[in-house]
């Protein structure tokens, strides 16, 4: 870099005296005749040999070298740079003094360039008051993205994707020199094996292991080599952790000799104390380590686990007991954490542990087993799930006591109800409703009260076990219960699953408002405990996410739909806890690939839903999942589906699912202008959700009647049913429901608008004007090809009331006109400022006023 520096062109670099410095310039005599010869590049052209000291062991005296520099103010009256390479070499307190005093009295034209792989002993903190120091470290030196990828195409000719200079640099942590390597190593690779070697690349790649070994390891001391290759075993390092490891007294003296040496030890960011070696640098130590020396390394990570499990450190204590391959030692620790870990959403970690233990051990502690089918079935994988419960399974069974699994002293009645907990929890998963229904029951009645991570999964599952019956309403105080619960204990990711599940309830019910406040306040109460929060609940706060885009698309609010359901997913995808967040991510999914459809982007939609079969194949997901992906898909091909409705109809008959479906049918039958089979099978499907108060699937249900009666040319009947449906989806302000009908039911409730102007109505329910005219915008905004006769709803308008508004716009309306900003009001209602912008907009085209002032105004005139 200094090289490239100094070849900068003549006209914009500086003139530079460069020495190149190793061990055998210790001599100062010798170091300080070099320098002379040095500075003769930039014109020092008087012959200095008579200032050098005559002995060998001695530097120039201060009055020598102040003589230098007097000479170099003199004869060099430009600017120029002494660059002193390599100068970790120098270890002659003669030369460090020489030099300072240098440092210290330098003519301001001199610039100094001291490289070297470990700070110079110099007084760095005065000279960095004094604003005379620039300092390029460790950091400062990595290669940037941007900038790896330039110098692998420019400087080494080697042409990579992004991708693929992406993943080089993590793994290389931006060390120019590794990057210089693996690209002389990439010369030789081309199709697949450049993938593979990138994926693979560390400090065991023999170009890595050659300069690592020449350059760096062969120069330490043998204490020092053995302090490096013990503590690689560590992925990060301070004093007394060393200490234990390499069984040392003094663990600061240790860290200190390896920051002195400037070998690859980075500071932690954030943690005082803490280091870390290079990544290449340790995969170099630690290959070394495991060739010289493996009988040592079970002792080394035994140790590092002691020392983690008396600080609290159970994860680490637990992967290093692991590494020592002591199982014994791991299952105890696990049995410490394990039940904190799943209530935190850790699914993954658990799972990676537990696998890396023999099944022997496993299957002979069944509480081990249960961690280890319930990390399995919220990761969503359920394959191996029944090898573990029988171990279960036969700890409740009577035992004697030389059985190989009695451990401990074994409750059978618990055992069967922790059996009972799991299996009503894959009944559930794969549809066998009664089944999961009469196992939820065995399960709380005998599961003791303090077992509340099993009791919560539980609640939760008879929930869906009943909402997947029809029961919506009888549903939601499962998921209340088990969403307070959550909150109580800390288990914030499951408190974001209850919550996402009690506002789908809320939502196919038809109560969009109460959807929305569930889920911003749980989204708002899990943000407001974020420093304490583990990274796993933030990201189970995708299903919020996806939740409020979801409610967003029915008020016709694209713009933050697609914000929230985008981040949702993105949060989701990131999440161990896949079996759990599946069902709200295929939501998701189709929600924006029907948004994409909508705009032309026909391929993109595609790439959506591709991705949602993949993860329906990928996982164990709750059946409702592939159910909502089959009838999203049957809308394409509708006359296959009568296979899938067959399906439905034995599962859950009077669920929701079962409507959805046939819904589908009814579109299908519309298009075909087959009216009388579309209103045959809508009679009693409205039956049903009525009954069942599903408002939201009563509403679609209603669209589709007025659109069939209207192909029937039936007027009344047609104004009936869409008048109802208006009077319907008024107080939640339903909006897409309506634009999903496209123009036929643009034109049908303009028709149905211009009749009731001219002639009342006195059969048809009465709605809100001003909600049917928001439609019509609505439906304006979203299609260029309205004809021009309907192009204002002025014909239609009436005077508009305060009252139309609902709660939560009065509420909004309230505080408005009392001068809060719309910081202050989202602070106050416990809403996103960008939810106040949006109730602003829909109450400023309600009340058609368009600043605050109006409204204040429109308000006063109403007496309110």
């Known amino acids: 870099m200094l090289s490239e520096w100094c070849a900068d062109p003549p006209e914009t670099a500086l003139p530079y005296a460069w020495l190149s410095l190793d061990e055998r310039d210790n001599d100062p005599k010798h170091f300080f005749a070099y320098l002379l010869f040095a500075l003769q590049c930039v014109h020092l052209v008087e012959d200095f040999n008579h200032l050098l000291p005559p002995s060998p062991h001695e530097a120039l005296s201060e009055t020598n070298l102040s003589y230098l520099l007097n000479e170099i103010t003199i004869s060099i009256p430009y600017d120029f740079v002494l660059i002193l390479d390599q100068y970790h070499c120098i270890t002659s307190t003669a030369i460090h003094k020489a030099i300072l005093f240098l440092l210290e009295y330098a003519p301001a034209n001199v610039h100094f360039v001291i490289a ?21 470290g460790d950091k400062e030196l990595r290669f940037q993205l941007s900038e790896a990828s330039q110098f692998l195409k420019e400087k080494m000719q080697v042409s990579l994707s992004d991708e693929q200079v992406a993943t080089l640099n993590q793994r290389t942590e931006g060390w120019i020199t590794a990057l210089q390597l693996a690209a002389y190593a990439l010369r030789k690779q081309e199709g697949e094996g450049i993938d593979r070697l990138i994926h693979s690349f560390s400090g065991n790649h023999h170009y890595i292991l050659d300069y690592l070994t020449a350059e760096t390891f062969h120069q330490q001391s043998t204490t020092i080599q053995t302090i490096l290759m013990q503590t690689s075993i560590l992925d990060r390092l301070n004093p007394s952790l060393c200490a234990a490891v390499i069984d040392e007294n003094d663990g600061y003296a240790i860290l200190d000799t390896l920051e002195k040496t400037g070998l690859f030890l980075i500071p932690i960011d954030g943690e005082e104390g803490w280091y870390r070696y290079h990544r290449c640098f340790r995969d170099f130590l630690y290959h070394l380590l495991t060739r010289t020396s493996p009988d040592i390394l079970p002792e080394l990570h035994y140790r590092a686990s002691i020392w983690f499990e008396l600080q609290g450190e159970y994860p680490s204590a637990i992967e290093h007991a692991l590494a020592a391959s002591d199982f014994e030692r791991a299952i105890a620790l696990l049995g410490q954490v394990a039940s904190h870990l799943l209530t935190q959403g850790h699914f993954l970690l658990l799972l990676n542990w537990l696998i890396a233990i023999p099944d022997e051990y496993i299957l002979a502690h069944p509480l081990l087993c249960l961690v280890y089918i319930w990390s399995m079935i919220f990761r969503g994988y359920t394959s191996n799930v029944e090898k573990y419960l029988r171990s279960v399974k ?79 309403a009888e549903a939601i105080p499962y998921f209340e219960q088990a969403y307070r619960d959550n909150l109580a204990a800390g288990s914030l990711p499951f408190a974001c699953t209850s919550a996402w599940v009690q506002a789908k309830l809320y939502i196919i019910r038809g109560y969009l408002h109460q959807g929305m406040e569930l889920l911003q306040q749980a989204l708002q109460i899990i943000e407001q405990l974020s420093p304490n929060a583990t990274e796993e609940s933030l990201l189970a706060t995708g299903m919020l996410w996806l939740g409020i885009g979801n409610i967003y698309r029915y008020w016709n609010n694209k713009e933050l739909s697609i914000h929230y359901l985008t981040k949702g997913l993105e949060l989701c995808s990131r999440w161990d806890g896949i079996g759990l967040a599946g069902p709200a991510m295929i939501d998701g999914m189709l929600t924006l690939a029907l948004f994409r459809l909508e705009q032309g982007q026909e391929k993109e939609a595609q790439e959506i839903i591709y991705q949602a079969e993949q993860y329906v194949h990928k996982y164990s997901l709750h059946f409702y999942t592939p159910l909502s992906l089959r009838i999203f898909q049957k809308r394409f091909k509708p006359e296959g589906g009568a296979q899938l409705t067959q399906f439905i109809l034995s599962k859950v008959p009077t669920s929701f699912l079962y409507e959805l479906d046939q819904m589908v049918d009814i579109r299908f039958f519309l298009q075909q202008k087959e009216y009388d089979r579309a209103l045959n099978i809508l009679a009693p499907l409205l039956e049903q959700a009525q009954a069942a108060n599903r408002r939201a699937i009563v509403l679609e249900l209603r669209l589709l009647q007025a659109l069939a009666y209207e192909g029937k040319r039936d007027s009344m009947q ?38 009731r102007n001219k002639t009342p109505q006195p059969d048809w329910p009465a709605f809100p004007l001003d909600y049917a005219l928001n439609i019509l915008d609505a439906f304006k905004a979203d299609k260029q090809s309205i004809p021009a006769q309907h192009e204002s709803g002025k014909a239609f308008q009436e005077k508009t009331s305060i009252e139309q508004l609902t709660p939560k716009e009065q509420e909004v309306v309230k505080l408005a006109i009392q001068g809060y900003s719309n910081s202050e009001i989202a602070r106050k209602m416990c809403l996103e400022v960008c939810t106040v912008r949006w109730h602003m907009k829909n109450i400023y085209g309600k009340l058609q006023v368009h600043n605050r002032i109006q409204l204040a105004l429109k308000v006063q005139e109403a007496e309110l």
């Open 718 to 755: 047609a104004g009936q049913a869409l008048c109802q449906a208006l009077a319907d989806g008024a107080s939640d302000y339903f909006i897409q429901p309506f634009l999903a009908q496209e123009q036929a039911m643009y034109d049908l409730l303009v028709k149905v608008l211009d009749l």
């Open 394 to 472: 036969l700890s409740a069974a009577p035992q004697s006591a030389s059985s190989p699994n009695r451990n401990e002293k074994i409750d059978e009645a618990y055992w069967q109800a922790a059996s009972a907990a799991v299996h009503c929890y894959l009944a559930n998963i794969q549809g066998r409703i009664h089944d999961a229904i009469e196992s939820a029951s065995y399960a709380l009645k005998h599961l003791p009260v303090a077992d509340f991570p099993m009791r919560v999964q539980v609640v939760m599952v008879a929930g869906v076990t009943v909402w997947l019956t029809g029961k919506e």
């Open 116 to 136: 070297g792989r470990t700070p110079p002993p110099f007084p760095l903190a005065r000279l960095r008051a004094q604003a005379r120091l620039i300092e390029l």
